[in-house]
């Protein structure tokens, strides 16, 4: 095999590794239940990938935040709550949470750990990220910190998701409006995207091309983050 043929069989491979996925893998280390976090070795692993996801999920939010060009939809509507309270932007988005899940009580939506863990640690993480992060004022370094950050997010998603112990508050509250509408689920969380986009714009929250790469990019991410994961726990 010359050099060129290398070159082009490595660059297949990187690309069939990074195939989205289409739909939701079965993992080792998925729950049998929403609230069953099992025992022993596969108790600590299932737990550890739960925190971490929804640990650098966090992280890749802090990463928008940090950079001032935009924000994801609902992260726009923390900042703005925050701007117009006492709130900063970790405990808006652990209010926002509590709050879309009180609105799966009428849609007989169930949380799980999962649910009540990406209450928390998400908004914890991003204080952290806010706090660690360094800011940086070159527009490339801004671009390349919005990017990193939908790719945390993605694989944040990826993994907390396989570990099967139940939706994030939004994403139970959009599951839960598509089976009582019968509406498509695209369609329901575009129309709960813009309104917590509407709402956070009103309110002062920041929107810019960070807002429009993360709408353009998450949905791949996450789908290219559950390849991954799919690929490495089946071999």
């Known amino acids: 095999m010359n050099n060129s043929e290398y070159i082009k069989n490595n660059r297949y491979k990187t690309f069939a590794f990074l195939r989205p996925s289409k739909t939701i893998p079965i993992t080792p280390w ?5 609230w069953s976090i099992g025992v022993g070795k596969l108790h600590l692993q299932r737990l550890s990938i739960l925190i971490f996801g ?3 999920f966090g992280i890749g939010d802090a990463f928008l935040i940090i950079t001032n060009l935009g924000n994801s939809p609902w992260t726009v509507l923390a900042e703005g709550i925050s701007l117009n309270t006492p709130l900063n932007i970790g405990a808006a988005t652990f209010l926002i949470s509590t709050l879309v899940l009180l609105f799966w009580i ?3 939506q169930k949380p799980g750990l999962g649910t009540i863990a990406n209450i928390v640690i998400i908004a914890v993480a991003i204080e952290i990220g806010l706090f660690i ?12 910190y919005i990017l990193f950050g939908i790719s945390l997010v993605g694989i944040g998603s990826a993994l907390y998701i396989t570990c099967g112990l139940g939706t994030g508050p939004r994403d139970g509250l959009m599951t839960g409006l598509h089976y009582r509408t019968g509406v498509r689920v695209g369609r ?3 129309v709960l995207e813009i309104m917590a986009l509407s709402a956070g714009f009103l309110l002062g ?3 810019g091309v960070g807002t429009a790469l993360f709408a353009l990019l998450i949905g791949q991410s996450v789908a290219i983050s559950l390849g991954v994961v799919s690929r490495i726990t089946t071999k």
């Open 133 to 144: 992060i360094p800011e940086v004022s070159n527009i490339f370094a801004k671009i390349f």
């Open 30 to 34: 998925r729950a049998e239940s929403t």
């Open 54 to 56: 929804l640990t650098i």
């Open 106 to 108: 009428p849609l007989k």
């Open 188 to 190: 329901v969380r575009l």
């Open 205 to 207: 929250g920041t929107l």
